[in-house]
């Protein structure tokens, strides 16, 4: 049987969910959505779906086996508890929680509850290069890594987007994606700042430095307004050899004096199949499969490191980053 | 309603379509499977989906929507002539039939049953690159195409096929494509031998040249023993650019001495996404939307210039390719 | 000492040649030079560079110990006849002549001086990648050659160049180049017409297919006006893998929505560094070592299968290149 | 007239100088060396080209005009002086001096001789790509910098290099460059450790973090055992783009399901070019020419950045950065 999903949230992460579900998702349904905007819930609902004035109710609606999560973050948090209070499986945008409290909270209810419902969109664990680098860690096939450098650059960022919020929003992808290919928590982080681009004068380009416990270094540079694209690479460089993104469109065109190819304009180019892959794992997750995504306590971590690294932007000092011990009932479940 | 798909032939090509249908394609299930070897039937067939000793069968079953035709090449026509006896849509893997007759024989029933049901298994035309090429030339951004160059390289071809297989089992793949980039019938075709590898002395890799009507020329080396991969390129040459196939692996590594990437060992992965899509599309079309893929028509073009291409082969000549006018039938349909 | 070279034609080329020699070129003088327009050959001169109105006087200035002759196509044999007469070497813009009877002669009067004096400026012999590609067909490291693939864009090509043209300007080039990668002469030969760009009505891009007598095939694209820049590439596919040219400038830039790089504008760009090769080579061929260009037997036999080349566009018709014997002298002597 | 130089030192560096003077380079001469080591001087002696015992000798000898010094680190500062002190001109291997008061002590000689004598062989400001880096910044097509990311990486390290030695002899380099670049001086540092490699335990992998007086970040990677290849890359981020170096041999290669291109073993090859251009340009500037590269300013700077480094990576601090204000006299002088 199909798995008849819920949809709260129809902004652009949302609309790309729905779309994505009905175009390109095996043995999925969309079947009723909520959003505060009607209108926008009505441009995506379709034929047979359901709206839901409450988010809420449409979580507790019985149609509804499983929850998308993509309205403001704030909400992220209380909606999530919902779904885990009825034993509902959800897939939530990242951030998981705007506090680390409430972070814990999800962590402990889900754990109280005994079953694993909980998967944060952090998408790029689901994209084919980031998906090589952490094979290659596993099977140690270039040795034991030593550095990964990371590069996060938006063409333009929001206007409200402050050098800290860049950590919170932007640098928590590379944590998250870090821990991941990595396999192991970070211990330390310090962030140097740029001087602003005139482009965006109201905030810094940042330089994040991670070390893993272990000893590996993890660079991030994240620039909001990089203006020639969406641009993430990453090169993972280990003992023996590297191995780097190498994101690229189809075909390369060769015109008026260049030779090159396209760069993405934003997220949902560069990591559409991310995207689909994310969605059509979950279905299998959900189907009886193992939950391969970020769970609650990445979700947790990603947020506590990005805390401790907003510490060290402050502060201009090298700090701590002390997620503690994984409960066991990660063990099983991820 | 999902479409429920019947599979006839369950071998690698079977099996892949089966596998990619249950993982990736919203909106379609597979109900139930044929092949003349039972074995293999059982392994493809999972809960709930019937197996058919008979593929005639299979194509009659009431719960079947649709179906897919993987079986051996000699059966290829009477089985699409089978459905569209029964008014059922068929995705039939290339060559859609032995011989021109065969070929023309599947384009009249089409016609005179009045409703496009026929769709051949280039999955090429769904290729990003391709479809980029392809929306180059409508657009008209590069100006005229001049040229298109086609490098079809296999690692390593199998026994039985003789520089005359190659025509019609490899080149015939850069016949349908550069139609469908280009948007136009070829007029003329030549063939240059290369003199045989030491690794495969008894056949001659190839170089066909063919003609558009409007003069474009189309070059296609065949190499059926390259070793180092499976290795399709293409480089469209327009008045004012170019624009070149770039397939690429998700990451580029650094190893010993070596900067690059991996090679496709076939077409599997080669074409992984243009297989995806043309399941996807074939079920989009099915449910009102236009099919997007080779037609019967284009199938038996394909042929009838493949049978050119063996003229050119066998004289040195050059050798004029006279598909006809196509009829207005398929204006409307694609 | 330094070898004294006087130079003839102070045109583009010419004042090049002059360029380089004062700036990279050790152990080389610039000591005379020759323009028919006087201004040029002022321009060119330096102090203590002398100016001769004639460059019949010039070739026998006794201070000269070597020629550069740059002067027009016309100039070329009988210039270089006077300085095989005269004993001195001579560096010999392509073409050696615009006949093949004058390229006749300059092999038959050099042979009869019984010492090797004469280098033809097809400068690609010193281009790195090619002389990669050349070390591997020598090497055999990648097994046997079985195609050589070219590509030969101008950006814009001179209103004067016909279609005739292009294979007596351009695809001279290929021609020698591909004899000096595969060490093989050529056997047979046709050409195949596209349609003229809009940008150039006049004239007709052309694909020329050569086959060598071993087999090998190689394919020349000629598009003298490609728009985007000059663009010479070319790929060697042998029985176990390929070498591609892979021409770039030293940077890479990623610029409002393009990650690519520079295509060079003209080939004193592009072959910089082969012009520089070739003078330095020859020096050191004049101080006692072994001429590594093409010789005035490469010179003729290039004339003579852009000869066939031309009979082929005209008639359509595959027509064969029959060079005849190598004189032993050659043997010897490249 | 040609610059007479006379070589000190004939170990790989020394002999590579000699013979790039003897091929490459217009308007020089080699006409005297010394090593200690008299086999190694005459295997790098040629007709006509003396012996000196002692470096002294050989700087005072009235057939020098210039001088090189490859010779060991420690006689660097000592052999420069004698140079200045008879107002010869001197390319120096880096470092210029083994100690800061050393090298201050040469700029100081310099600027009281009142003339530009020393060139530091810094030779990466001749490398192409570095050049077009810092046109891009000199020209401001690009916006103004923000980061400037360098990857500098040996294959196999000597076994004496330990952690702090990495940063004096490698990072060094970076040091040097990114204020080329950048054209400012930095104004911080500090230095994160990698685990070490298990093929080199002795010495950590570093990330250097330097912030320029402006605000721009400097991140280095200096891993001295990466195996795979000599492999020095660069990442220049502007506010409206990016210029990366490129560095590729001519050709690309498709073997074995990997397509490529080789990796250089080691800075020989990765820099040729700039090594001929370190050199042409050096006997340009003597023959009334500008001085292209590292001043004895430049080197001192790099000395004490070094220093700087060295007191970040003991102490995990930030650490100043102050060279202090350049003497006038260079103002003229670069």
Chains 1, 2, 3, 4 share one sequence.
């Not at 889900?110 to 969109?121: F, I, K």
């Not at 099977?139 to 950590?167: E, K, M, Q, W």
């Not at 109201?202 to 991030?220: F, H, K, W, Y």
């Not at 490191?305 to 201009?316: H, M, Q, R, Y």
Request: charged content about 25%; aromatic content about 6%.
């Amino acid at each position: 049987m199909a798995v008849r999903f819920g949809l709260v949230g129809c902004g652009i992460m949302g609309a790309d969910h729905a779309r994505i579900l009905r175009s390109d998702i095996a043995g999925a349904e969309l079947v009723a959505v909520h959003d505060k905007d009607r209108g926008r819930a009505e441009r995506v609902a379709a034929d047979g779906c359901k709206i839901h004035a409450d988010p809420g109710q449409l979580i507790a609606d019985p149609a509804v086996d499983a929850v998308i999560i993509a309205s403001p973050d704030a909400t992220h948090a209380p909606l999530t508890r919902a779904a885990i209070a009825l034993g509902k499986p959800v897939l939530c945008e990242k951030p998981m929680a705007t506090s680390l409290d409430e972070a814990r909270g999800i962590v402990d209810a889900e754990v109280a509850g005994g079953r694993q419902l909980v998967q944060v969109g952090f998408m790029r664990r689901f994209d084919p290069g980031y998906r090589a680098m952490r094979a290659a860690v596993t099977a140690g096939t270039l040795g034991n890594p030593l550095f990964l450098h990371c590069i996060h650059r938006n063409a333009v960022g929001p206007d409200y987007v402050t050098s800290d919020l860049v950590l919170a929003n932007s640098c928590v992808h590379e944590i998250d994606i870090s821990r991941f290919v990595l396999g192991e928590d970070h211990a330390r982080v310090r962030v140097v700042r740029a001087r602003p681009s005139r482009k965006a004068p109201n905030r810094q380009p940042l330089m994040m430095i991670l070390e893993t416990a272990s000893g590996v270094v993890v660079s991030v540079e994240a620039f909001l307004d990089a203006q020639y694209g969406y641009d993430v690479q990453g090169e993972l460089v280990c003992e023996e050899g590297t191995l780097s993104l190498d994101p690229h469109p189809p075909t390369r065109r060769r015109l008026t004096g260049l030779d090159g190819h396209a760069v993405e304009g934003d997220w949902v180019g560069r990591f559409a199949e991310a995207y689909r892959c994310q969605l059509r794992d979950f279905v299998v997750a959900l189907n009886g499969g193992r939950f391969q995504g970020s769970s609650a306590w990445d979700g947790y971590v990603a947020s506590l490191t990005a805390e401790a690294a907003l510490k060290a932007l402050k502060s201009g000092d090298t700090v701590p980053v002390t997620p503690g011990d994984r409960p066991a009932f990660y063990d099983a479940a991820g």
